[in-house]
């Protein structure tokens, strides 16, 4: 992250630099490396137990939704601002800081456990968030909207792509010719240093001059450090009372990840729909930072789960 910074600070990299590498990793490095991992870490009897952990992500991040839709009422929080707030603490930024951190604590066995959020995340963020900051737009508060529609493209991105196709080659159970598993990991390493470098740039582009603790902001982060993994905490507390059987890698992975810093998008869809891009940059920026206080918290926590 580091590295990234201060490249881009001595402009080592183009305007456009970000987003190409953006695009490399969600569109060609992540896919391959999810690919691989599935066909390492997962066997037919492992998939099918996957299913009952999607309940506890899915799970939290309505209670996350339903606190935020209580904050914005509240404290009245003006259009333009109210669909950021509400995707700021439901939803994370599980591809370019989750997915390395997720690895770098837990290890690539962890990954079809990082996978099952991933898709939880994926669909909360394509299937409601967005439509809920595009029926925040301020220009149109009064005027009879459009019933929004839902991003099916979007809905599946690259990654759940991968995903899928590599559920599918397990089921049928053909082996991956050894050629093209090995080109697969070596375009899938990329993703780790790639993520990293890519906040570093993201970083400095926002400006670390855009901290502003005000109320919204501070309830935005709250919301997303506590009250998200919170919500996690206490489910995953009562589905082990119940007998539910959960791995420690699956609830270390689901705490962190319901802990991730928000959406790198956010401020793009805010200026789509004519929002407060200033907020929005504003949480983005302050979560990523802050995260990296967060982060040590919940591992000390993890030993209580």
Request: positive net charge.
């Given at each position: 992250?580091?590295?990234?910074?201060?490249?881009?600070?001595?402009?080592?990299?183009a305007d456009s630099f970000g987003g190409n590498i953006a695009a490399l990793i969600t569109k060609i490095a992540l896919p391959a490396?999810?690919?691989?991992?599935?066909?390492?870490?997962?066997?037919?009897?492992?998939?099918?137990?996957l299913?009952?952990?999607?309940?506890f992500p899915a799970l939290a991040v309505v209670i996350s939704y339903i606190f935020a839709f209580v904050l914005v009422k509240l404290f009245r929080i003006k259009p333009g601002r109210r669909g950021?707030?509400?995707?700021?603490?439901?939803?994370?930024?599980?591809?370019?800081?989750?997915?390395?951190?997720?690895?770098?604590?837990?290890?690539?066995?962890?990954?079809s456990y990082f996978l099952i959020y991933y898709i939880?995340?994926?669909?909360?963020?394509?299937?409601?968030?967005?439509?809920?900051?595009q029926n925040d737009d301020p220009t149109q508060q009064g005027k009879k909207k459009e019933r929004g529609k839902i991003n099916w493209q979007?809905?599946?991105?690259?990654?759940?792509?991968?995903?899928?196709?590599?559920?599918?080659?397990?089921?049928?159970?053909?082996?991956?010719?050894?050629?093209?598993?090995?080109?697969?990991?070596?375009?899938?390493?990329?993703?780790?240093?790639l993520s990293l470098i890519y906040i570093g740039i993201v970083l400095y582009d926002a400006g670390l001059n855009n901290f502003r603790f005000e109320r919204d902001t501070v309830w935005a982060l709250i919301g997303?450090?506590?009250?998200?993994p919170l919500a996690l905490i206490i489910l995953i507390k009562i589905g082990l009372g119940a007998g539910?059987?959960?791995?420690s890698l699956m609830r270390g992975t689901f705490v962190v990840q319901s802990a991730t810093p928000m959406l790198a998008v956010l401020p793009i869809l805010a200026d789509e729909a004519h929002g407060d891009v200033k907020y929005a940059t504003n949480i983005v920026v302050m979560s990523t930072v802050l995260f990296v206080i967060v982060v040590p918290i919940l591992m000390s926590i993890l030993q209580f789960i």
């Open positions: 992250m580091a590295l990234g910074y201060i490249l881009r600070r001595n402009n080592w990299f490396s999810i690919f691989m991992s599935v066909m390492k870490y997962l066997t037919r009897n492992k998939l099918m137990g299913g009952v952990g999607l309940i950021v707030f509400i995707n700021g603490i439901a939803n994370a930024n599980t591809i370019f800081i989750g997915m390395p951190l997720n690895t770098a604590l837990f290890g690539n066995q962890a990954m939880v995340n994926t669909v909360s963020t394509w299937a409601f968030g967005v439509y809920l900051i979007k809905l599946l991105p690259m990654p759940l792509v991968g995903f899928v196709v590599s559920v599918i080659w397990l089921l049928i159970g053909i082996p991956v010719p050894n050629f093209i598993g090995q080109t697969l990991s070596y375009v899938g390493s990329l993703v780790t240093p997303r450090f506590i009250i998200s539910v059987h959960l791995p």
